[in-house]
C-alpha cells in the first residue's frame, strides 16, 4: 500500500470529534465569511500552549465579542477594549495585546475591506508558495499605528503583540499563520474554510507545531530536528509530491495523530494501531 492512500484514508476518517478539539471550531461557531476570516485571524494567533487552555480563553474572547466578530471589529474601541478585557491572559499575550490585534484588524478592513485583501497586497501569485506573502504581511502589520492601545511610544518592550506576527525572514515557522492560512484558503471539506480565493491551495505551507515535527520526521519528510521554516518548506515539499495542488491537505489528519490521538512515538500498543505504523520510523530514533 503506498503512503497516499495511506493519507487519504487518515483524511477521510477526520471527525467532529477532532474539529472540536481544535481551535478551528471557533470559525465555526459563525456562518458568515465575513466573521469566520476574523474569528480565524484570533483564533489562530491564540493557538499555542494546552490545546484546552486555548479553548478556554478563546471561548472568553468570542463571548465577549458576541454574536459577529467583524461587526465588533468594525465598532472596536480601544479604550473600550482595554476596559473588557483588562483581566485577560493567555501565557505571554495580556489583554493590551489582545486588543492591539483587535485594532490591528479593524485597520485592515477599514483600509481594504477585507483581512484577505489587505494580505494579498504582500502576495505573489506565481511564487511557489507563500514565504513572501507572510513576510510582507507580519512586518506591514507590526508596522500599524497602535498608539490607541499602546500609546504614542509604539509596542513596548514588555508587549508580546509581536509574536502573533512571526516572519519566515527570521526563520520561524509561522505555525499559526500558516494554520490561518490553510484554515482559509484550502476548499470547504468540512474542516477548512475555503473562504479565501486569491491563494492558491498549493502555493500553502504546512503549519509546523510539536506534532507535526515530530510525526512528520517518523515519516521521513525531513530529517531536521528543528521546527523552522525549513523543516516546515521541505515537510510541504515532502507532502507536496503526493498531492501537488492541495500539500498541505493532511494536515490537520497528521497532527490529530498527536493532539486527539495522544500519538508520542513511544507507546507500542499505539504504534502498532496506528494507521501509519507502516510507513512510521516512531521508536527507532
Known amino acids: 500500500m503506498e503512503l497516499k492512500t495511506v493519507l ?19 470559525c465555526h461557531r459563525f456562518n458568515e465569511p465575513q466573521d469566520q476570516e476574523v474569528a480565524g485571524l484570533i483564533a489562530s494567533s491564540f493557538a499555542y500552549g494546552n490545546v484546552k487552555i486555548i479553548k478556554k480563553n478563546l471561548a472568553v474572547i468570542f463571548d465577549a465579542m458576541g454574536p459577529s466578530p467583524r461587526r465588533f471589529v468594525e465598532g472596536f474601541d480601544p479604550a473600550e477594549g482595554m476596559r473588557l478585557f483588562s483581566g485577560f491572559k493567555h501565557r505571554f499575550n495580556d489583554g493590551r ?9 479593524r485597520i485592515m478592513i477599514e483600509e481594504a475591506g477585507s483581512v484577505e485583501k489587505w494580505l494579498l497586497r ?5 511564487s511557489e ?10 512586518e506591514a502589520v507590526k508596522a500599524l499605528d497602535l498608539a490607541p492601545v499602546f500609546g504614542a511610544g509604539g509596542v513596548p518592550a514588555d508587549s508580546y503583540f509581536p509574536f502573533f506576527f512571526p516572519s ?3 526563520g520561524s515557522a509561522c505555525k499559526r499563520l500558516c494554520m490561518y492560512l490553510r484554515w482559509m484558503v484550502r476548499p470547504a ?18 503549519p509546523v507545531d510539536a506534532h507535526i515535527q515530530r ?18 518548506c521541505e515537510i510541504t515539499r515532502a507532502l507536496r509530491e503526493i498531492d501537488p495542488q492541495d500539500p498541505v491537505k493532511y494536515d490537520f489528519s497528521i497532527c490529530h495523530l498527536g493532539i486527539s ?19 512510521c520510523s516512531a521508536g527507532t530514533e
Open 189 to 206: 471539506d468540512g474542516i477548512d474554510l475555503g473562504i479565501w480565493k486569491g491563494i492558491s491551495p498549493a502555493q500553502l505551507v504546512i
Open 168 to 170: 519566515p525572514a527570521s
Open 8 to 26: 487519504e484514508a487518515l483524511y477521510q476518517n477526520r471527525s467532529q470529534e477532532h474539529l472540536a478539539n481544535d481551535p478551528l471550531s471557533f
Open 129 to 138: 508558495d507563500i514565504t513572501g506573502t507572510l513576510s510582507g504581511f507580519s
Open 97 to 105: 495585546d489582545l486588543c492591539a490585534l483587535l485594532l490591528a484588524c
Open 215 to 232: 510525526i512528520c520526521r517518523f515519516l521521513g519528510f525531513s530529517n531536521r530536528k528543528q521546527g523552522d521554516w525549513r523543516m516546515a
Open 122 to 126: 504582500f502576495h505573489d501569485p506565481a
Open 261 to 279: 490521538e495522544g500519538c508520542d512515538g513511544k507507546d507500542r500498543l499505539k504504534c502498532a494501531a496506528c494507521p501509519i505504523g507502516d510507513f
